[in-house]
Structure formats: structure tokens, C-alpha cells
């Protein structure tokens, strides 16, 4: 399943160019910098293997040109593309050592910008992107930076669901970013960057599920960078997926005169399985539909991964159907993953879950889900895995099912076997993870569900989470009296000491908040790291006056 950092991955901070083989160093051994940054940006794999060599040579002009702080902040840009998580720590030295030597410096202000946008951390990238504004940064630039510092904060949570539920508490990202992203678009003159900024728009439409719109950037860039194949060969993925069968396969068919491009095999492959797959269902026995699958096997073998790329989408969908029900691969044979190590059924319901997400920012999309639904009926019924893990998250299926609201998808895998008490990496069980969910009535509805099968309404995760805790920090009243009729430990306490009348206080849900003061809980002072606390001045402090003057009401009642 394509991982949501790969948004940013695919579209950098940084801008980027797609170069030829360029040395970027002279005969006398100095280095050309337009050629080095053209190097450093290009997305490729054969410009990330010249990365070690270009640094060498960066230091070695830097002997000879002093501490000259555009090449240090070179160097420092080469050092993260040769390695972001390890090479940053030498590039933020590096982007100092360049502030010192001429404070002020703009490309090493708009350098620590990126990574601090990176880290998702708000404060210090606001700062830092506000220096650079004063500096004279382009404005494009400017809002490119501000567009990945609020996608990170959202993928940040987005990658890890299990993790702490304090870390994100933005409302909608990604449309702050996309105003971002069309603002630094129409901007933008440099043809390399505007190409990026529009492969970044590109996927965050995808994942949105606007496939108009997603069409609609990808043509922009190829328009302003017609040679960048890799991303060219992740639209005609991307087009296959839709049913534009033949648009696809006519870029696709293109980047295999060039080496290195196995997907755009996979993509002409996928397209002649599609009409395999339509004839099969008209006329299983017909000797044009098995001439029609010896052509598309022909071109394409892996039918493993074949029945896994199709099971992604709606418009693919009927060949993996097809393959199973007509035998030609056998899914209890054994779980094949893909990359990121899903089943195909985890990826129908990480599918699913894509779209549930789609709907709550763009609820007018069209949104079918018949097809994914149809081959997770076969795969179920043919023997699939309903307890594998899915990367999203590091946690059971039917974790991944209930905290996207998916509730006839929990109710397939739950008559399919799925156990309900397993936990994720980080502690997460279905129920806690319904709890979480920001699909309350769909959160709700999985938890009537889960409770009967003995789901364990007190387990805790790693952050010593509860479902309750977590329920009350969602706003679900619901689903908090559902837990709390099912014998939920009021006095629990979390990491930070909040029980859950804090958590509702700090959410601002007035019916939650009543639904745990019926259950006698009491306004009780906490000592956190910043002194004594309580659920009134948490109420008061996140601007949730009435629920404030409630909670200072029961608190004299209770004095």
C-alpha cells in the first residue's frame, strides 16, 4: 500500500529538478552550483548514488573557497538528500555555521525552515519561515514551506494512528495545504519546482479522492516537466486505477523503451488482465477469454502481484475477483505482501479506509465502494488472513477497520474470524481503536459490535490509553456511555494524569461531558509537569466557557 509520507517525499520541501548526469564540478575541480543544486534536487536513483561524490567534492571546493555560506548550505542540502533522517543533524551544523558567517543568510533560513517543517515542529518553523519572508524569500517558496509543515503535523499522526493522541490537533490540513500548494503554483516560475508543487497537489487529490482534480495536476506537470518519467510512470499507474485503461497503457507504453521502469510493465500488464477479467465474467469458457489471458500473462507473469495491484481500486478491482474465482491464483496458499509488507486484503481495507478519510474532507465526491467490497467477500470466503497486520499504523486489520468508521467492513472481518482483543505495536485493540476514530457514529455502531465478542473495554495501549479516555477526547458521547454501561473504569489515568472528564473538558463536547458527570465522576485537581490542574481550568483554557461554568457548578456541589 503506497504510505501516506510518501506525499512528501514524492514532493520535497525543497523544490526539485530533474537533472541529467551532471558532475557538477569543473575541470579545475571547482564546482558549478546551479549544476550542484540541479543534482541535489533531481529525484532519481541515479543521482542519489552521485550524492556521496558530489559532497567530496563540495568539501573539497570549501577548502579552497573558505567558509562561504552558500556552499555550506550546498553541502548541507546534499548531506540531507544523501540522507534524510541522519544527513539533516550535518546539514543543521552546516545551515549555523552559514548564519554565522553572514547572518541573515537566505538559503540557510529557508533550509532550517524545511526541516524544521519536517519535524512537524509549528513554533520553530514559523519563526524561521518569517525570517525568511524578511530575508526576501520568494513567496512560492514560502508557501510551499507552510503547505509541508501542515501536511507533516497531519501525517505525522496519520502514519502512526497507534501512537500518542496529544501529538496533532489539526482540524484540516489538507486543505490548508492545498491553498498553500495553489498559491505557490501560480508563483512559481522555475519549471522544475512549479512540476513538484504540482505532483504534490497531484497526490494529496488522490488521496482525497478528486480524481478530476488529481488529472488536472498531473497534466500540469508533465507539462512543465515532460522528461520526469518516474512521476509519469505513477500517473499512468494512477490513470489504470481509474479505468482510463488506455491513457495508461499509452504512457506506460512509452517508458518501457526506457530501462528501469518495471511499474510501467506492471501497468501494461494490469490493462490486458482488465480485459480478461470483463470477458471472463460474460464468458468464462470461451476460448477468446482464455486467449486474452494468455496474452495479458504473456506480457505480464507475477500473478501474485497482479491480484494484489488490482485489488487497490475500484476501476482493477474485477481482475482479482476474477483471478480467484477462476483459479488462477490461490490466496490460502499464503499471504503475499506487498513493499510495505499488507496482504491484499489489508489492502482493500487500508482501500477503504483511504476513502473513508476522502469522505470526510470532500463528502460530494463520488465514493463507490461496490468492487473492493465484492473481492473482499471472495478473498474472506476463499481463505484470506483476517488478523494480518497492516502497515498503517503497525496494527491488527480490524484495528485499521474501526478507526476509519468502516463498519461493514469490521462486520466482514469479524464473521471472517477476526480476533477482537489483538493489539497493535503500540497496544491498540479494535475497540480502542473505534474510540479514537473521528467517524463517531460509525465509531459508535463497531463498538455495539465489538463489546459482545468480549472486546476488553479497560485494555490500555503504550500511551496508556483507554477506550473510554480515548472516547471522551473524541467528542463521542455515545460511544462513552455504551463503555461506560459495559462496566469502563472511570478512575483510569493516562500519561499525563488526564482521566477522562479532562480529556472531555479539553474537547469541548457538552454532551460527553454530561454523559461522565451522570456517572458520578468528580473535578478532581491533577498534578501535571506544570502544577496543579483540573478539568474546570482545562475546560477554561481550551475557551469552552459553558462547560467550564458546568464543571465549577459540580465542583461546589461536590465541596
Same mark, same amino acid.
Given at each position: 500500500?503506497? @504510505?501516506?509520507?510518501?506525499?512528501?517525499?514524492?514532493?520535497?520541501?525543497?523544490?526539485?529538478?530533474?537533472?541529467?548526469?551532471?558532475?557538477?564540478?569543473?575541470?579545475?575541480?571547482?564546482?558549478?552550483?546551479?549544476?550542484?543544486?540541479?543534482?541535489?534536487?533531481?529525484?532519481?536513483?541515479?543521482?542519489?548514488?552521485?550524492?556521496?561524490?558530489?559532497?567530496?567534492?563540495?568539501?573539497?571546493?570549501?577548502?579552497?573557497?573558505?567558509?562561504?555560506?552558500?556552499?555550506?548550505?550546498?553541502?548541507?542540502?546534499?548531506? @540531507?538528500?544523501?540522507?534524510?533522517?541522519?544527513?539533516?543533524?550535518?546539514?543543521?551544523?552546516?545551515?549555523?555555521?552559514?548564519?554565522?558567517?553572514?547572518?541573515?543568510?537566505?538559503?540557510?533560513?529557508?533550509?532550517?525552515?524545511?526541516?524544521?517543517?519536517?519535524?512537524?515542529?509549528?513554533?520553530?518553523?514559523?519563526?524561521?519561515?518569517?525570517?525568511?519572508?524578511?530575508?526576501?524569500?520568494?513567496?512560492?517558496?514560502?508557501?510551499?514551506?507552510?503547505?509541508?509543515?501542515?501536511?507533516?503535523?497531519?501525517?505525522?499522526?496519520?502514519?502512526?494512528?497507534?501512537?500518542?493522541?496529544?501529538?496533532?490537533?489539526?482540524?484540516?490540513?489538507?486543505?490548508?495545504?492545498?491553498?498553500?500548494?495553489?498559491?505557490?503554483?501560480?508563483?512559481?516560475?522555475?519549471?522544475?519546482?512549479?512540476?513538484?508543487?504540482?505532483?504534490?497537489?497531484?497526490?494529496?487529490?488522490?488521496?482525497?479522492?478528486?480524481?478530476?482534480?488529481?488529472?488536472?495536476?498531473?497534466?500540469?506537470?508533465?507539462?512543465?516537466?515532460?522528461?520526469?518519467?518516474?512521476?509519469?510512470?505513477?500517473?499512468?499507474?494512477?490513470?489504470?486505477?481509474?479505468?482510463?485503461?488506455?491513457?495508461?497503457?499509452?504512457?506506460?507504453?512509452?517508458? @518501457?523503451?526506457?530501462?528501469?521502469?518495471?511499474?510501467?510493465?506492471? @501497468?501494461?500488464?494490469?490493462?490486458?488482465?482488465?480485459?480478461?477479467?470483463?470477458?471472463?465474467?460474460?464468458?468464462?469458457?470461451?476460448?477468446?477469454?482464455?486467449?486474452?489471458?494468455?496474452?495479458?500473462?504473456?506480457?505480464?507473469?507475477?500473478?501474485?502481484?497482479?491480484?494484489?495491484?488490482?485489488?487497490?481500486?475500484?476501476?482493477?478491482?474485477?481482475?482479482?475477483?476474477?483471478?480467484?474465482?477462476?483459479?488462477?491464483?490461490?490466496?490460502?496458499?499464503?499471504?503475499?505482501?506487498?513493499?510495505?509488507?499488507?496482504?491484499?486484503?489489508?489492502?482493500?481495507?487500508?482501500?477503504?479506509?483511504?476513502?473513508?478519510?476522502?469522505?470526510?474532507?470532500?463528502?460530494?465526491?463520488?465514493?463507490?465502494?461496490?468492487?473492493?467490497?465484492?473481492?473482499?467477500?471472495?478473498?474472506?470466503?476463499?481463505?484470506?488472513?483476517?488478523?494480518?497486520?497492516?502497515?498503517?499504523?503497525?496494527?491488527?486489520?480490524?484495528?485499521?477497520?474501526?478507526?476509519?468508521?468502516?463498519?461493514?467492513?469490521?462486520?466482514?472481518?469479524?464473521?471472517?474470524?477476526?480476533?477482537?482483543?489483538?493489539?497493535?505495536?503500540?497496544?491498540?485493540?479494535?475497540?480502542?481503536?473505534?474510540?479514537?476514530?473521528?467517524?463517531?457514529?460509525?465509531?459508535?455502531?463497531?463498538?455495539?459490535?465489538?463489546?459482545?465478542?468480549?472486546?476488553?473495554?479497560?485494555?490500555?495501549?503504550?500511551?496508556?490509553?483507554?477506550?473510554?479516555?480515548?472516547?471522551?477526547?473524541?467528542?463521542?458521547?455515545?460511544?462513552?456511555?455504551?463503555?461506560?454501561?459495559?462496566?469502563?473504569?472511570?478512575?483510569?489515568?493516562?500519561?499525563?494524569?488526564?482521566?477522562?472528564?479532562?480529556?472531555?473538558?479539553?474537547?469541548?463536547?457538552?454532551?460527553?461531558?454530561?454523559?461522565?458527570?451522570?456517572?458520578?465522576?468528580?473535578?478532581?485537581?491533577?498534578?501535571?509537569?506544570?502544577?496543579?490542574?483540573?478539568?474546570?481550568?482545562?475546560?477554561?483554557?481550551?475557551?469552552?466557557?459553558?462547560?467550564?461554568?458546568?464543571?465549577?457548578?459540580?465542583?461546589?456541589?461536590?465541596?
Amino acid at each position: 500500500m503506497r @504510505t501516506w509520507i510518501a506525499l512528501l517525499c514524492a514532493a520535497g520541501l525543497a523544490g526539485g529538478a530533474l537533472a541529467s548526469d551532471m558532475p557538477a564540478i569543473t575541470d579545475s575541480g571547482d564546482i558549478r552550483y546551479e549544476d550542484a543544486i540541479a543534482l541535489i534536487e533531481d529525484e532519481s536513483p541515479a543521482a542519489s548514488r552521485q550524492m556521496a561524490l558530489l559532497i567530496r567534492n563540495i568539501e573539497a571546493a570549501l577548502k579552497v573557497r573558505g567558509s562561504d555560506p552558500d556552499y555550506l548550505v550546498l553541502l548541507a542540502r546534499a548531506y @540531507t538528500r544523501m540522507s534524510p533522517q541522519f544527513g539533516s543533524l550535518r546539514g543543521a551544523q552546516l545551515a549555523e555555521e552559514a548564519l554565522k558567517v553572514k547572518p541573515g543568510h537566505l538559503e540557510a533560513l529557508l533550509y532550517k525552515a524545511e526541516q524544521a517543517a519536517r519535524s512537524g515542529c509549528r513554533p520553530c518553523a514559523s519563526e524561521l519561515i518569517e525570517q525568511a519572508a524578511q530575508a526576501g524569500a520568494p513567496p512560492a517558496r514560502l508557501h510551499v514551506l507552510r503547505a509541508g509543515l501542515s501536511m507533516m503535523e497531519s501525517l505525522n499522526a496519520r502514519a502512526n494512528p497507534g501512537g500518542s493522541p496529544y501529538e496533532n490537533d489539526s482540524r484540516n490540513p489538507w486543505q490548508q495545504a492545498l491553498e498553500e500548494l495553489d498559491q505557490a503554483a501560480a508563483l512559481e516560475n522555475n519549471a522544475a519546482r512549479k512540476a513538484r508543487i504540482q505532483r504534490w497537489i497531484f497526490e494529496m487529490q488522490v488521496q482525497l479522492g478528486d480524481a478530476a482534480k488529481a488529472k488536472t495536476a498531473a497534466e500540469a506537470a508533465i507539462a512543465a516537466q515532460p522528461e520526469a518519467r518516474s512521476f509519469i510512470e505513477r500517473y499512468a499507474g494512477f490513470l489504470m486505477h481509474e479505468g482510463e485503461v488506455d491513457r495508461a497503457a499509452e504512457l506506460a507504453g512509452k517508458l @518501457t523503451y526506457y530501462y528501469g521502469y518495471p511499474k510501467a510493465e506492471e @501497468t501494461i500488464g494490469l490493462a490486458l488482465y482488465l480485459k480478461w477479467a470483463h470477458a471472463w465474467e460474460k464468458a468464462p469458457r470461451a476460448s477468446r477469454t482464455e486467449k486474452l489471458f494468455e496474452a495479458a500473462h504473456q506480457t505480464y507473469k507475477n500473478l501474485p502481484g497482479i491480484l494484489h495491484t488490482a485489488s487497490g481500486s475500484e476501476a482493477t478491482a474485477p481482475v482479482a475477483r476474477a483471478m480467484i474465482l477462476a483459479d488462477k491464483v490461490d490466496v490460502r496458499s499464503g499471504d503475499y505482501r506487498d513493499q510495505d509488507g499488507d496482504t491484499t486484503l489489508g489492502n482493500i481495507v487500508l482501500s477503504l479506509s483511504d476513502l473513508a478519510f476522502a469522505r470526510q474532507y470532500a463528502p460530494s465526491g463520488p465514493w463507490p465502494t461496490a468492487e473492493l467490497r465484492r473481492l473482499m467477500a471472495v478473498l474472506v470466503s476463499h481463505g484470506a488472513n483476517p488478523n494480518a497486520w497492516v502497515s498503517r499504523g503497525r496494527e491488527p486489520m480490524l484495528a485499521a477497520a474501526a478507526r476509519s468508521g468502516q463498519v461493514e467492513t469490521v462486520k466482514a472481518l469479524l464473521e471472517a474470524g477476526a480476533r477482537v482483543n489483538d493489539r497493535g505495536a503500540t497496544g491498540t485493540t479494535a475497540l480502542l481503536a473505534a474510540a479514537q476514530s473521528a467517524h463517531k457514529e460509525g465509531a459508535a455502531e463497531i463498538a455495539k459490535l465489538l463489546v459482545p465478542l468480549k472486546a476488553d473495554v479497560n485494555a490500555v495501549d503504550d500511551y496508556r490509553q483507554s477506550p473510554l479516555i480515548a472516547a471522551a477526547r473524541s467528542g463521542n458521547p455515545a460511544l462513552v456511555r455504551l463503555l461506560l454501561a459495559h462496566e469502563a473504569d472511570v478512575r483510569h489515568r493516562d500519561e499525563r494524569e488526564y482521566g477522562p472528564l479532562e480529556h472531555a473538558a479539553q474537547s469541548g463536547d457538552m454532551e460527553t461531558v454530561k454523559a461522565l458527570l451522570a456517572a458520578d465522576i468528580a473535578v478532581r485537581d491533577i498534578v501535571t509537569g506544570c502544577g496543579k490542574t483540573n478539568a474546570v481550568r482545562i475546560a477554561e483554557q481550551a475557551g469552552h466557557k459553558e462547560i467550564a461554568a458546568l464543571l465549577r457548578s459540580r465542583r461546589r456541589e461536590e465541596a
